[in-house]
Nanobody, 120 residues
Framework: QVQLVESGGGSVQAGGSLRLSCVAS????????MGWLRQVPGKERERVAH????????YFSDAVKGRFTISRDDAKNTFYLQMNNLKPEDTAMYYC?????????????WGRGTQVTVST
């Protein structure tokens, strides 16, 4: 079992940057895929990014590709989402997530969320 806690959200002007962190407890080394989801009220949840264990493949949605990066530090039981050149469209509740399966990135653990607000 893995428990996830996000932090690093806040309010920022368009063009600014934020770094979200997610601390995993339990057995993070048993997870194959970790990543981030975001959701705006009234809209469907969107997968933003994920990263797998070695060889460390990554995924980014078209909306954030080139602006966001994802990384993980298993020694600290932590993974990150670096968000650069933020746009108002990035405003959402961001959730870190993990997949315990070694075969896919179907998330089965979610955090409680951290709010990101980007103003014009």
């Amino acid at each position: 079992q893995v428990q996830l806690v996000e932090s690093g959200g806040g309010s920022v002007q368009a063009g600014g940057s934020l770094r979200l962190s997610c601390v995993a407890s339990g057995n993070p080394y048993s997870t194959y895929c970790m990543g981030w989801l975001r959701q705006v009220p009234g809209k469907e949840r969107e997968r933003v990014a994920h990263i797998t264990t070695a060889p460390g493949s990554t995924y980014f949605s078209d909306a954030v590709k080139g602006r966001f990066t994802i990384s993980r530090d298993d020694a600290k039981n932590t993974f990150y989402l670096q968000m650069n050149n933020l746009k108002p469209e990035d405003t959402a509740m961001y959730y870190c997530a993990a997949a315990s399966s070694i075969y896919n990135c179907d998330f089965d653990y979610w955090g409680r969320g951290t709010q990101v607000t980007v103003s014009t």
